[in-house]
């Protein structure tokens, strides 16, 4: 499957950082330095800039507590299990429902890469609190809802450590949805069946709406800002699960459901135990 593996994981959160130096490399040179003083000791900053030929100003910093944004970044997903996750554990779990809720009713901010998940009446809220937290990122509310405004909800620790990780590792739309290609992923098309279903479970639990059901249809999902493209894709991703192809009709702007597929896909998605 096209996961990155764990080194790539890293690699692309750091480079997620901008600056005058690669933002890997910022992560090598301050893991060389963590490195050299815990051989070291005794010695300081000027010592390990002779030795590593790296300016002092910046281990002296470094020595004094300070990190560089992509090593923190770096630390942050590997103690939260990140870099690891794999389809079939719990923390991969979380990622795929918080990658869905992104797409289906969410977004990560551009500027500051924090993730925003909008949470309307009927929305699995519950599910989405389990999965923050066990990604130990926690919850906050950035908005509180009202009659006419949903809910929105953000990680209340490492937010846009989480954002950039979505992105970049696993391929989440950043900034407005509309201002570029919507797509589904490559590792969410190779993925296993109960991954792939948990993400589908997501977005359509999300964005389906019941319709009259006279003309054979019991949900849909509609939104006229995205391309034909992006339903075709869904569809395809839908039968697959499904396993029959009339279950599911792809419009220019919607999804249609028949029963027996919005009674496999409008369903609350699930952790694993």
Known sequence: ???????????????????????WERVEDYQDAM??????????????SSALDMPRGRLRAWFDGA?????????????????????????????????GWVVAGGSIEATRWMPMFVVGDGDPVAGLRDCLDDLGVGVSISREGSERRAHELRPSVNGPVL????????GAPLGRKTDGDLSLPRWLREAPFDTRLRWARTVVSLRGTPIDPARGYRLQMREEDRPRDWYDSLGELFRELVGEADEI?????????????AAMLDVVPSLPE
């Open 249 to 261: 009709v792809v419009g220019e702007q919607s999804v249609r459901f028949r029963e027996r597929a």
């Open 1 to 23: 499957m096209a996961l990155p593996s764990r080194t790539e994981r890293a690699q692309a959160l750091a480079r997620t950082y901008g600056g005058d130096r690669d933002g």
């Open 163 to 170: 954002g950039r990780f979505l992105h970049a590792i696993l």
């Open 35 to 48: 490195g050299w003083r815990g051989k070291y000791p005794e010695k300081g900053s000027s010592a390990a």
């Open 67 to 99: 990190k560089p944004d992509p090593a923190h970044a770096v630390e942050a997903a590997d103690m939260n299990g990140w870099l690891d996750a794999a389809p079939g554990d719990r923390i991969f779990a979380a990622l795929t429902i918080c990658h």
